[in-house]
């Protein structure tokens, strides 16, 4: 059983920085992906950014909304992702959630429909 547990939410000032880290166990080799996604309240769970190995191939993709200020990284010798969230901003408050699945092409879509696992969430909270 798959199973992935965030950490590093907390609350900041825009403009801040923050690092969430995301630890998968019980999980599967080969092609796969992990990804990031955040929920606001009162809206739709939305996709931040993913990234994927599939047959020695790895790639990187990022909703427009965080691009230049996500980071997104694989520590595959600690079977962990991070997703490192500068210039932060009061619209990126959200719980913000790890999500894993073997390597499919909807994947680097940002769609909550291709992935599987999911880890119960952070909160991340910016004030203006």
């Known amino acids: 059983q798959v199973q992935l547990v965030e950490s590093g939410g907390g609350s900041v000032q825009a403009g801040g920085y923050l690092r969430l880290s995301c630890e998968a166990s019980g999980y599967f080799y080969g092609s796969n992906c992990m990804a990031w996604f955040r929920q606001a309240p009162g809206k739709e769970r939305e996709g931040v950014a993913a990234?994927?190995?599939?047959?020695?191939?790895?790639?990187?993709y990022y909703a427009d909304s965080v691009k230049g200020r996500f980071t997104i990284s694989r520590d595959n010798d600690k079977n962990t992702m991070y997703l490192q969230m500068n210039s932060l901003k009061p619209e990126d408050t959200a719980i913000y959630y790890c999500?894993?699945?073997?390597?499919?092409?909807?994947?680097?879509?940002?769609?909550?429909?291709?992935?599987?696992?999911w880890g119960q969430g952070t909160q991340v909270t910016v004030s203006s």
């Open positions: 999500a894993a699945d073997r390597w499919n092409p909807e994947c680097v879509n940002l769609v909550p429909r291709a992935y599987e696992y």
């Open positions: 990234a994927y190995t599939n047959h020695g191939m790895s790639a990187s």
